[in-house]
């Protein structure tokens, strides 16, 4: 079956740091994968994704590469600010009518 | 453009009422989910649609939960009778095509039910 692993948090950063949150996956048939951002109080939505292998997503500044050789989208980010602060969940979906899996969220905290 | 709509966003009962949650997907998309979101056990799948037919409803976890889908523009989850565990936020999403491969999910703000 498919499956998605990312690192549990929270995650506490101060403001300007680098972020990494980790993201691993199996996978029956060749996945797009994404990762999603979800602010206090508000639903899911779609930070970026990447369809194929080498491909390269990225956003506001956040970005993940698809790495099919280590089944890997980590999620990393320059210099995170205070109001990146969110739950950040990886996710795969493969083609036809199939379900999308998400990981379990990591949460974020950039404090000042 | 109007995202997905879901209402009541928030809906507190007591335990043995009946809940019916709704949600309005983005117009011209073909799919339609309900999520169930709590601490213990994160964002999981109850059903999904799609061109109005339940195409996997595996997640619905058992038969006091059904869902609906009377038309390309609405849905309903309900819960009969409901129960204090059913406390939690209840998302809605819709997708252009069949949900799966590079299908960008678009989620409402959800319903936060609360049942005492």
């Known amino acids: 079956g498919n499956s998605v692993t990312q690192m549990e948090g929270p995650v506490t950063l101060s403001e300007e740091a680098f972020l990494t949150i980790n993201c691993t996956y199996t996978?029956?048939?060749?996945?797009?994968l994404f990762w999603y951002v979800q602010y206090p109080g508000e639903g899911l939505q779609l930070l970026l994704k990447?369809?194929?292998?080498?491909d390269k997503g990225s956003n506001k500044g956040f970005e993940a590469t698809y790495r099919k050789e280590t089944t890997s989208f980590h999620l990393e980010k320059g210099s995170v600010q205070v109001s990146d602060s969110a739950v950040y969940f990886c996710a795969l979906s493969v083609g036809g009518y199939q379900k999308v899996t998400f990981g379990i969220g990591t949460k974020l905290q950039v404090i000042p | 453009d109007a995202g997905v709509i879901q209402s009541p966003r928030h809906e507190v009962t007591e335990m043995g009422q009946e809940v019916t949650l709704r949600c309005k997907p983005i117009?011209?998309?073909?799919?339609l989910f309900w999520y169930r979101q709590t601490m213990m056990r994160g964002l999981e799948l109850l059903i999904y649609?799609?061109?109005?037919?339940?195409?996997?409803d595996s997640g619905m976890p058992e038969d006091r939960f059904s869902a609906k889908m009377p038309n390309a523009s609405f849905s309903t989850l309900k819960i009969q009778p409901s129960e204090p565990r059913d406390s939690a936020v209840y998302f809605c999403?819709?997708?252009?095509?069949?949900?799966?491969?590079?299908?960008?999910?678009?989620f409402g703000p959800g319903t936060r039910l609360t049942v005492l």
């Open positions: 117009s011209g998309h073909n799919s």
């Open positions: 999403a819709s997708t252009p095509g069949s949900g799966g491969g590079t299908d960008t999910q678009y």
């Open positions: 990447a369809t194929k292998a080498d």
């Open positions: 996978a029956t048939g060749y996945p797009s």
């Open positions: 649609f799609n061109n109005n037919v339940p195409i996997d």
